[in-house]
């Protein structure tokens, strides 16, 4: 028998807020934890459209791809690596998608 994992999708954890500064990054307290932690502009965006409904890394390397002018494929690397940033901080709950 053959089992395929099925994509999570992504979603903030209430327990950790952002605070967008006047030059585009941000800085999270975790309130699990009580640290802060900094974001720079890309993390930021990342942060912003998991909260508007992206949930998928496809989405986010989307928007990456598009919001900063580099390719799809580096998008998604980059999103991949802030994604394991983010669930190692805390940061993001995985919930597996509906079918």
């Known amino acids: 028998m053959t089992t395929t994992q099925q994509p999570d999708e992504l979603e903030l954890n209430p327990k950790c807020l952002l605070t967008e500064l006047e030059d585009g990054t941000g800085v ?3 309130l699990e934890t009580k640290f802060y932690h900094t974001l720079n502009s890309t993390a930021v965006m990342m ?3 998991i909260g508007r409904g ?3 890394k496809t989405e986010l390397a989307g928007q990456l791809a598009s919001e900063f002018n580099v390719g799809e494929t580096r998008a ?3 999103v991949s690596v802030a994604i394991r940033e983010f669930e190692h901080e805390g940061f993001l709950l995985r919930r597996p998608v509906r079918l």
Do not use: G, R
């Open 28 to 30: 999270v307290l975790n």
């Open 47 to 49: 942060w912003k459209a």
């Open 54 to 56: 992206q949930k998928t």
């Open 76 to 78: 998604l690397e980059d």
